[in-house]
């Protein structure tokens, strides 16, 4: 028996490592599997460039033995091994992986995948072990050796005996505390429960001996008997369906996937399959959903895409692959590519990681053109749910994305239920100098706005924002097609327009004073009395949206009161001023105040207002 320590620093590392670099101690178990795996894979490059060497797939695979007698757990593999000198140098030393220095040293090895990156995996197992003893023997050499460690202050190796290749690591767990039931780790479904979550898509089999029950040979329906037996399962499936060709898949595939993998209740509106290789290579099925959420809108839910690495979930929801426009997306991405941390539990930033990202950004564009173009009520309803994020893409990164955004855009319009900026503007009039658009809850409300009425009748197509969020996407865009966007409630400033002012304008203004920046006559008001408009950047809808937003510091529209002379409240204006000032009074504040409830405005003092209706009557 040989005693050894580690390395100089290392005690400190493991101590860092058990307590610090994993967040989750069942991480464990993924990274022996993807080890024991490693070490097959090493077999089979072997075999390629050594003729005496056989490879059978089929004889190679993965065993979990649980003991609940003796509260160890067993990951065993038929891999390729370790000599004396490897077990020193592998377990040794921290963050020291052969899995690199193996791929450098094999050529043909390049083109096949490996799982580990670091060598801090195995260490992993110390979170729920107080003992690791590893039993290996290399395929190179007929001795087996035993290498034992307690933990961060050393290791024993001893000559041992074992029949043939591979590694057999049994962790003998710890005690629980109030924290943590090692215990737990014992149990068969828990361990399913692992294998099914970090490691489904392992290319060998993971096979566990486990308890079943079977109808005993004397059972009948009306007396039904049982008895336990045992027999190996597999854990695990062999081919992850992204690796798939897709032409073995049908649409049927996608849709149950979908569900399975909790992404949804309900077949989703589309499904994108993506095998990228050059640069940077990947795998990825991707879904848009139908349906969106209940707590889609809730800032602390998490979201993102699946993450794999070589078949092993590294990220239940990596937020780093998608933009947030797109975090509606559900799916899996799986490659070998991406740098990941010391854990295996977060990605590094790096060039790599953004060319994913881009792709994935452009596959789901495309497809949301695809949809728009070839199935309307479809898209419209993806865009019921979702539309609303998509939009806040237009004005993510200073509105960089907007152009590629903006003819993804549906709106409905007084003339069509749906239109894109793109058949609105085919649509438009030759002499037509703007797009025009109005603010309101749905078509039908902006059909009833005063100031809606005039274009009607003159034919001109308005789209109806109904989104908080439109007008500031609109305000990004300025313009579509060279025609810029205009507001049917904005109105421009007339500075010769005091001097044009009646005598019944100048009191009213008298009377509102700051409420208002100009009173103006509208001859286009057809039956309503008033209403109020805006003037400048931020219109009456921006003020609303705006009141709700942290942080806002009282920013509001610059309002312009429009009065209809046509309608008989001005008659009653004209007929009070200088005669009956009280009354006059009353009739410019409740033109205005009803103006400030028809644009969707708190009325300041509600209780005068209605006690003005209540004069009146």
């Keep these: 028996m040989k005693t050894k320590k580690f390395n100089a620093q290392t005690e400190r590392l493991m101590d860092l490592m058990i307590n610090s670099i994993y967040t989750n101690k069942e991480i464990f178990l993924r990274e022996l599997i993807s080890n024991a795996s490693d070490a097959m894979d090493k077999m089979y490059y072997i075999a390629l460039n050594d003729d005496k060497v056989k490879f059978d797939h089929d004889e190679y695979y993965i065993r979990i033995t649980p003991n609940k007698e003796k509260r160890t757990i067993t990951i065993e593999d038929n891999g390729i091994g370790m000599t004396e000198d490897e077990l020193v140098e592998n377990l040794g030393t921290i963050a020291q992986s052969g899995s690199e220095e193996f791929k450098k040293a094999n050529k043909k090895s390049e083109n096949h995948e490996i799982i580990g990156q670091f060598g801090v995996g195995f260490y992993s197992s110390f979170m729920v072990a107080d003992k690791i003893e590893v039993l290996t023997k290399s395929y190179k050499e007929d001795k087996a050796h035993l290498w034992t460690s307690n933990g961060a202050k050393g ?269 609105y503007r085919e649509r438009m009039k030759p002499d037509q100098e703007f797009i025009y658009y109005a603010n309101a809850s749905s078509k039908e409300a902006a059909q009833e706005l005063p100031q809606i009425k005039s274009f009607m009748d003159k034919d001109i197509e308005v789209l109806v924002l109904t989104d908080p969020i439109d007008e500031f996407v609109i305000k990004v865009l300025q313009e579509y097609d060279e025609k810029k966007f205009k507001s049917i409630s904005t109105t421009e400033e007339n500075k010769d327009a005091e001097e044009k002012d009646s005598d019944v304008i100048k009191d009213m203004k008298e009377i509102l004073k700051d409420e208002v920046v100009e009173i103006k006559e509208n001859e286009s008001l057809k039956s309503d009395a008033s209403f109020l408009s805006s003037r400048g950047e931020i219109s009456i809808e921006m003020e609303k949206t705006l009141k709700n937003m942290p942080g806002n510091q009282g920013m509001v529209a610059q309002k312009v009161l429009e009065i209809n002379p046509n309608h008989p409240a001005f008659e009653k204006l004209q007929k009070y001023r200088g005669k009956d000032d009280e009354l006059f009074k009353t009739y410019t504040n409740l033109l205005y105040n009803q103006a400030r409830l028809m644009a969707g405005l708190e009325i300041k003092d509600p209780i005068a207002f209605a006690r003005d209706i209540n004069k009146l009557m």
């Excluded at 990825?284 to 209940?294: A, C, D, E, G, H």
């Excluded at 929801?317 to 797109?326: G, V």
């Design 155 to 423: 290791y024993e190796i001893k000559d041992a005996d074992k029949d043939s290749h591979g590694t057999i690591i049994k962790l003998h767990l710890r005690e629980n505390t109030e924290d943590y039931n090692y215990d737990e780790l014992l149990d068969e479904y828990k361990i399913r429960d692992l294998v099914s979550h970090h490691s489904n898509y392992i290319r060998y089999p993971i096979k566990m001996n486990v308890e079943k029950k079977r109808p005993t040979e004397d059972s009948t329906s009306e007396d039904p008997k049982f008895e336990s037996y045992r027999e190996d399962d597999i854990l695990n499936q062999a081919v992850p369906m992204w690796r798939k060709n897709k032409n073995e898949l049908k649409e049927e595939d996608y849709n149950d996937f979908f569900r399975q993998r909790h992404f949804g209740f309900e077949d989703p509106t589309s499904y994108i399959h993506i095998n990228v290789e050059g640069m940077i290579a990947f795998k990825s099925i991707l879904f848009i959903p139908s349906r969106r959420p209940y707590d889609f809108f809730n800032i602390e839910t998490k979201r993102g895409l699946e993450l794999y690495s070589n078949g092993v979930l590294i990220m239940e929801k990596c937020e780093d692959l998608l933009p947030p426009y797109l975090s509606f997306v559900k799916g899996i991405v799986d490659s070998e590519d991406i740098s990941l941390n010391i854990s295996r539990e977060m990605l590094q930033k790096t060039r790599e990681l953004d060319l994913i990202r881009k792709n994935i950004e452009k596959k789901v564009l495309e497809e949301l053109n695809r949809l728009l173009k070839e199935d309307r009520d479809k898209y419209k309803e993806f865009f019921d749910n979702f539309g609303v994020v998509l939009k806040s893409g237009a004005y993510e990164n200073y509105g960089q994305n907007a152009d590629k955004l903006k003819d993804l855009f549906i709106y409905p319009s007084t003339q069509e239920n749906v239109t894109t900026l793109s058949e």
